[in-house]
């Protein structure tokens, strides 16, 4: 079992660009929840996908999408990128039916710095 | 979202046990007590969680309060690879399950 891989594991991208972070989750998880981590701190919820639809939402402007595609996988977007959105950017895998009992489990995340 | 309290840091000698506390005083009756740990350069990786009883697995043991007040992880011998940080969650059912990290405890193991 991989577990939950995530790519790339690192990307520059310069100010006003766009981008797209990937993960696909531990096999037999069928929920994708994304977070933010800026250095020092600890993460923050930005968003959760179940059957390829947005769940819950952490407070993310609306240039943070996402997508969830029928194999279970996700894309995290961001547009319009600010210096401020430079962070480990780690994405969590769960089974739904059992979330709330059970463990998730984190990839080892994108560093993404914008210049 | 409910919060937690845990100090900022923590020192322990190799092979000691460590207790890492967290207070959780508006812990509400639908929430489960998580802990991950984040080693450096990685993603956070769980440790173990309860609700109302102590709870023990190969890594650690959770001692639950009778109120459910606090919660404290113990790490019964550390390792240097037990040296990260350590987050003390709270799992609302109710609110859909999404982790609220806090800022964590750092362990630091001496050798």
């Known amino acids: 079992d991989a577990g939950v891989t995530q790519s790339p594991t690192h990307l520059i991208k310069t100010r006003g660009q766009q981008v797209t972070l990937r993960c696909s989750p531990k096999?037999?998880?069928?929920?994708v929840s994304w977070y933010q981590q800026a250095l020092g701190q600890g993460p923050q919820f930005i968003f959760q996908y179940y059957e390829e639809e947005e769940r819950q939402r952490g407070n993310f402007p609306d240039r943070f999408s996402g997508h969830q595609f029928p194999n279970y996988s996700s894309e995290l977007n961001v547009n319009a990128l600010l210096l401020g959105d430079s962070a480990l950017y780690l994405c969590a895998s769960s089974l739904k039916s059992t979330e709330s009992r059970t463990e998730a489990f984190f990839g080892q995340g994108t560093r993404l710095t914008v210049v | 979202d409910a919060k937690t309290t845990q100090p900022n840091s923590m020192e322990s000698n190799e092979e000691e046990p460590v207790h890492l506390p967290c207070n959780h005083s508006?812990?509400?009756?639908?929430?489960?007590i998580h802990w991950y740990r984040q080693l450096p350069s990685q993603g956070p990786e769980y440790v173990i969680h309860?609700?109302?009883s102590n709870v023990n697995n190969r890594m650690a043991s959770l001692a639950i309060a009778e109120d459910r007040k606090s919660s404290t992880l113990i790490l019964h011998r550390a390792t240097l690879r037990d040296a990260a940080v350590y987050y003390c969650?709270?799992?609302?059912?109710?609110?859909?399950?999404?982790?609220?990290f806090g800022g964590g405890t750092r362990v630091l193991v001496k050798p």
């Open positions: 096999s037999g998880h069928d929920t």
């Open positions: 309860g609700l109302t």
């Open positions: 508006t812990i509400s009756g639908t929430d489960y």
């Open positions: 969650i709270l799992r609302d059912v109710a609110a859909g399950n999404k982790l609220t």
